[in-house]
């Protein structure tokens, strides 16, 4: 041995088929202290306490989900950080950043984040951080947030659902980038215009579908663009449902206005066209569209319009999703199952692993200034996921970890499967050995 004890590597783990930053190839990484310390060319036999070969099975950075409702204190009934971060190491994810909404009390202040930080406390499966939020009347509030770590700050400009978080009218929206952009904070926008949403006119899909339309989504956008080019804040559109919004992304890009956007695995894999009779565990808001629609969005993340790619997760209980698509809850579970879903459908069109890397860990992790996350690097932390592409299963929604037995993939058939989850260069297991960043 002709290193050290304390320099040989803790875990040496070799695959045919590691997702680095410069591409898919064979290698083997090696961690040491729950960072990455090497990668080497596949035929490298660097000193190890432990080695795994994975053969053709791949190895990716752990996912950065930017975009989870964990609801806990105050809902844990609908979700909580025990059962949530359970679903994302199962599912690929490492680290999650938890929305300020939906939880009692709401992230919109320093004691606020206190409380929800002392709730997530020891028993998270994952890293977590968090968002705070942009409420009416709270601009005083959120430079003291961003500098108790929060990575950034969530706004409505629709109804979010849930009456202790309102939505910002266009004067609270300019106030808030006003403050943000003084500190070079980062704002999250739920893009729906208020003026063009309506009560569904009758029970089922297609009324639902019709009270928010695409158009709201589309002035939405236009609107945060121009405030963001007047305020010069980072601000980033949340769920982009619509292929509307494609046009004014990509021309406030050209124009050198700070605003990125995400999509989540639902828009991208599930169509208006396919929602049963019904099936409210479907809704969500902004809603499910149309299968061309859904085309239009794959464009505009193959030519970087979209550059994320989240869940979205917003669970709640299986009574909230009754009686029909005018009253249940909108909002989709699909924590653990993102990285397959997406990657069913990117491989049938002709994307790699590096594509869904970028978009569900590298993009993610920059978007939320999550430095060492989203790559596998020297230097990073060790978060890795072996990922069987080719493998076939069936979605169960009892075999689940998220709390509540509701999702729209139930009985479907997606590819790829997660067969190991190490966070900082450790296997996740039942002890919950998350940090909250």
């Not at 202040?109 to 409380?115: F, P, R, S, T």
């Not at 430079?143 to 202790?164: I, T």
């Not at 005018?326 to 069913?344: E, R």
Request: hydrophobic residues 40%; aromatic residues 4%.
């Amino acid at each position: 041995m002709s290193a050290g004890a304390e320099d040989v590597p803790d875990l040496v783990i070799r695959s045919r088929r590691v997702v680095l930053p410069g591409g898919e190839g064979p290698a083997v990484v090696a961690v040491r202290g729950g960072r990455i310390v090497g990668v080497h060319a596949h035929d490298a036999e660097p000193d190890a306490v432990e080695r795994v070969d994975l053969g053709d099975v791949a190895l990716l950075p752990g996912l950065v989900d930017t975009h989870v409702h964990v609801n806990e204190p105050g809902r844990t009934h609908w979700e909580g950080f025990a059962s949530a971060t359970r679903a994302a190491a199962a599912g690929g994810v490492t680290t999650i950043v938890d929305m300020p909404l939906n939880s009692l009390p709401p992230t919109v202040n320093a004691d606020a984040l206190a409380v929800k930080r002392r709730a997530a406390d020891g028993q998270c499966a994952v890293d977590v951080a968090f968002w705070g939020g942009a409420v009416p009347g709270n601009a005083g509030d959120l430079r003291a947030l961003h500098e108790a770590g929060v990575r950034g700050f969530k706004c409505f400009l629709s109804p979010s659902g849930v009456d202790e978080f309102p939505p910002l009218d266009a004067d609270g929206l300019r106030a808030a980038m006003v403050e943000i952009a003084s500190f070079d904070g980062l704002l999250v926008v739920h893009a729906e215009d208020p003026a063009l949403l309506a009560d569904p006119g009758g029970p089922g899909y297609p009324e639902f579908l019709g009270s928010r339309p695409g158009e709201a989504e589309r002035r939405a956008v236009e609107q945060v663009a121009a405030l963001a080019g007047e305020t010069g804040v980072r601000a980033h559109i949340l769920h982009v449902s619509s292929a509307l919004c494609l046009e004014p992304l990509a021309k406030a890009r050209r124009e050198g206005v700070r605003l990125t956007a995400e999509t989540c695995p639902h828009y991208l894999t599930l169509t208006a066209e396919e929602v049963p009779e019904g099936a409210t565990q479907f809704k969500c808001c902004p809603p499910i569209r149309s299968s061309a629609n859904r085309d239009e969005l794959w464009r505009g993340l193959a030519d970087g319009v979209l550059g994320c790619v989240v869940s979205d997760h917003s669970p709640s209980t299986p009574d909230l999703k009754v009686p029909d698509f005018a009253a249940a809850w909108g909002g989709i579970s699909s924590l653990q199952l993102g990285l397959t879903a997406v990657w069913t459908e990117a491989a049938r069109r002709g994307h790699d692993l590096g594509d869904v890397v970028r978009w569900m860990a590298g993009n993610p992790a920059e978007l939320a200034g999550l430095r060492g996350k989203g790559a596998i690097a020297v230097g990073a932390d060790a978060d890795l996921v072996a990922f069987d592409p080719d493998a076939v299963h069936t979605v169960d929604v009892s075999a689940l970890h998220h709390r509540n037995p509701v999702t729209p993939y139930h009985g479907r058939t997606l590819v790829g499967e997660v067969r190991t989850t190490w966070l900082r260069g450790r296997a996740v297991g039942r002890e919950p050995r998350g940090a909250l960043l």
